[in-house]
């Protein structure tokens, strides 16, 4: 069974501050996605990695794809209060179309 | 162009009611997922149709719970009787397929057993 492990599981920080988010596995997966949920929303895509190594830049939000395609980060720079939110990682594996999703970061920006 | 859509929102129901929760995905979308999601943690599939077959119904719990997508366009779950446990966010999301793609979620309908 394939398992995405999230850490921290949540994350208080002020405004301003930088911040990396995890997300773990001892499988490997053709690519990996990152979603924000916003509360009463469903998750957003944010960015899909594909390459192992690979970074991908969203304005301050850094995404890395682990070399061996087990793992992925995502580094937040000078959070704001808009980037609160629930981050959740989600992996495909082969081609079957199946998501498996991490636990989530649950992550407030204070003003 | 519309987004996923679901109803109801929000329903509360006594335990051992039935409920039942619907989705319109993304017009082309062949692919549409029922997800659970508690709060604060990650959505766990349920089931995954390809147009109007279910491809992985493994982690749907048979007993009470069941789906459809007729005319592999929009989509039922049902749930009957509910249980406390059941109480979560029931989220439906759409894509064309592809493996890695994109889900586009609808806001979730959420449901409170008392």
């Known amino acids: 069974t394939q398992l995405l492990e999230q850490s921290p599981q949540f994350l208080s920080i002020q405004e301003g501050e930088n911040l990396t988010v995890y997300c773990n596995s001892s499988?490997?997966?053709?690519?990996l996605q990152w979603y924000r949920q916003e509360p009463g929303e469903g998750p957003v895509l944010l960015v899909t990695v594909v390459t192992g190594g690979e970074v991908k830049k969203l304005k301050r939000l850094t995404f890395q794809f682990g070399d061996a395609r087990k793992d992925s980060s995502l580094h937040i720079t000078a959070a704001q209060p808009g980037d609160t939110g629930l981050y959740l990682c989600a992996g495909a594996g082969g081609n079957t179309g199946k998501l498996i999703f991490g636990q989530g970061t649950t992550l407030q920006v204070k003003p | 162009e519309a987004g996923v859509v679901q109803s109801p929102r929000y329903k509360i129901i006594e335990k051992k009611q039935p409920v039942a929760f619907w989705c319109n995905p993304i017009?082309?979308?062949?692919?549409l997922y029922w997800y659970l999601q508690n709060l604060g943690q990650g959505p766990e599939l349920l089931i995954r149709y390809e147009n109007e077959e279910a491809v992985d119904d493994s982690q749907l719990p048979k007993d009470r719970f069941s789906a459809e997508r007729l005319k592999g366009v929009d989509s039922t779950l049902k749930i009957q009787p509910a249980e406390l446990g059941d109480s979560a966010v029931y989220l439906c999301?759409?894509?064309?397929?592809?493996?890695?793609?994109?889900?586009?979620f609808g806001e979730g309908s959420r449901l409170t057993v008392l």
């Open positions: 999301a759409s894509s064309l397929g592809l493996s890695g793609g994109e889900l586009f």
């Open positions: 017009s082309g979308h062949n692919t």
């Open positions: 499988s490997v997966f053709s690519s």
